[in-house]
């Protein structure tokens, strides 16, 4: 599991296209988005370098925390 860290994730369109972003990397199996805590929980053996280009690529910007 990896956790990433969206800070311009603020509301449920950003939820679900973040959950959509990643949901299309190969190798991800779930996804958790957390809105309080903009934290989103990654479940899979994908790259991290790839979980990131997805969500930039989406327009969310991560770190892995």
Do not use: F, N, W
């Amino acid at each position: 599991m990896t956790t990433l860290s969206v800070p311009d994730m603020s509301c449920g369109h950003c939820k679900a296209t973040v959950e959509s972003a990643l949901g299309t990397v190969p190798q991800v199996s779930e996804v958790k988005v957390d809105l309080g805590t903009r934290k989103v929980e990654v479940i899979g053996t994908a790259p991290a370098a790839a979980r990131l280009k997805a969500l930039d690529d989406a327009g969310y910007p991560a770190t892995v925390d």
